[in-house]
């Protein structure tokens, strides 16, 4: 669908006094990221013509394009040879903040849902109880799912959770990172391994792409304000919706 709904021109707050004004590029690329972060634009949507946004901002196309190939580089938007410019469809999560699945799906103006794989308290496998520094056959709370965003799947994940920072896996009904919020239990740091997979028949069905489809493999481990792991997750998403981004300094 092609969007026409292009409020005022900068519609964010006037640069106070004394503040240099962020050249126009940069504030018509913050003026569409809002709209999308805010939902107002969907993923998918058609952007206008590079010649009615110079119009609707009064500005060159020249400016338009540097505003265009901003979006681009952040991901927000993808252009189509000879079709258009659209609201990208793939999320992303940026590597450097401790987000949860809701913070990213939320970021992009876009509902996430849950459909709970597994919901129980188990014996953690050798490879939990590692990533968790647990004994053999300790138990850990396991919450397995498939994780949606507007009703597109997009990623499955298993987390494995000790049990003081969350006895009862049945209480999560929607965020664990929440949940855990709630008990004064959230993560504040954590180590990720990235890995490239093909999506084996089932990860893939549950996906909904074809199985051997690309895939990202992801394992974290999260540590408390004590700096001690409370959660093993591995999580499998679709390669061909997410962008993982890092800030480089
Ligand atoms: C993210 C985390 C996962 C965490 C989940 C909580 C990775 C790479 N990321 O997906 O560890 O358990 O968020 O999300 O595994 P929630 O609060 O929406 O349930």
Redesign the pocket.
Known sequence: MMSDAVPTPFSGPPPTSGEEEAPLYVRIAGDYAERIREGALSPGDALPPERKIAEIYGVSRVTVRRALEQLVLEGLIEQRQGSGTYVSQRLQQPLSVLT???EDVRARGMT?NSQFLDRAIGIATPEEAIGLGLKPGQGVSRIARLRSADGIPLAI?T?AVVLDALPDPTVVTD????VLSSRGMRPVRAI?RLSAVALDKRNAELLDVPPGSPGLY?V?V?YDAGDRPI?Y?R?FYRGDRWDFITELA
């Open positions: 949860s699945f809701t996430p994940e987390a965020s664990l990172y929440d990720q992801m974290r999260g959660e997750t999580s």
